[in-house]
């Protein structure tokens, strides 16, 4: 039997059925289970789960520990962790994140055309567009110079986090010595 605590310190029992999978015993404060970015006894934190509610009332857990080193660029929009399939890099002292990832999480509605090799975006009356290796921008129709160009890593866009976020209204804030990103609006 192991033990873990939610976000809200609340102590959780566990049974493990399988490598990654738990049996939860739940308390019998009444409270809800919130087990995302929870903490487990050896250190590692929750990033996805699955649940089922078993005939016993117990709760039947898939959980999935995190696998980014304690050095890895770690992003947080309104507060809350955003997972990427690929991590966020610093290159030429500006953090790039993966442009779909940033852009859906700020609800916007993005598209890229391979030919022009050029991303749109658009939320509420506002349109960017950036182009790979390019560091002229768009914002309404107003150039921009950006200090580095969106590039393609692993075939995926990377885009400069502070630009985008504050192109789009948000405040930005890099904590270096963590290597937090943290994106408010």
Same mark, same amino acid.
């Given at each position: $039997?192991?033990?873990?605590?939610?976000?809200?310190?609340?102590?959780?029992?566990?049974?493990?059925?399988?490598?990654?999978?738990?049996?939860?015993?739940?308390? =019998?404060?009444? %409270?809800?289970?919130?087990?995302?970015?929870?903490? $487990?006894?050896?250190?590692? #934190?929750?990033?996805?789960?699955?649940?089922?509610?078993? #005939?016993?009332? =117990?709760?039947?857990?898939?959980?999935?520990?995190?696998?980014?080193?304690?050095?890895?660029?770690?992003?947080?929009?309104?507060?809350?962790?955003?997972? $990427?399939?690929?991590?966020?890099?610093?290159?030429?002292?500006?953090?790039?994140?993966? $442009?779909?990832?940033?852009?859906? #999480?700020?609800?916007? %509605?993005?598209?890229?055309?391979?030919?022009?090799?050029?991303?749109?975006?658009?939320?509420?009356?506002?349109?960017?567009?950036?182009?790979?290796?390019?560091?002229?921008?768009?914002?309404?129709?107003?150039?921009?110079?950006?200090?580095?160009?969106?590039?393609?890593?692993?075939? %995926?866009?990377?885009?400069?986090?502070?630009?985008?976020?504050?192109?789009?209204?948000?405040?930005?804030?890099?904590?270096?010595?963590?290597?937090?990103?943290?994106?408010?609006?």
């Amino acid at each position: $039997m192991g033990e873990f605590k939610d976000r809200n310190n609340q102590r959780f029992g566990f049974i493990p059925k399988e490598e990654n999978s738990f049996r939860i015993i739940p308390s =019998h404060s009444g %409270k809800a289970l919130d087990v995302e970015g929870a903490s $487990m006894a050896d250190g590692a #934190k929750i990033i996805q789960y699955r649940y089922t509610l078993a #005939k016993n009332q =117990h709760f039947e857990l898939e959980l999935i520990k995190e696998l980014q080193k304690d050095d890895s660029i770690k992003i947080f929009v309104r507060g809350k962790r955003l997972y $990427m399939d690929e991590s966020p890099q610093i290159i030429n002292d500006r953090v790039m994140v993966p $442009m779909r990832a940033i852009f859906e #999480k700020l609800g916007v %509605k993005v598209s890229y055309d391979d030919y022009e090799k050029a991303v749109f975006a658009k939320k509420d009356g506002l349109n960017l567009v950036i182009k790979i290796n390019d560091t002229l921008a768009k914002v309404n129709d107003v150039e921009l110079t950006l200090d580095t160009p969106p590039l393609i890593i692993n075939d %995926k866009t990377f885009v400069p986090a502070r630009f985008v976020a504050e192109s789009l209204g948000c405040t930005v804030i890099w904590n270096g010595d963590e290597k937090i990103v943290e994106i408010n609006y």
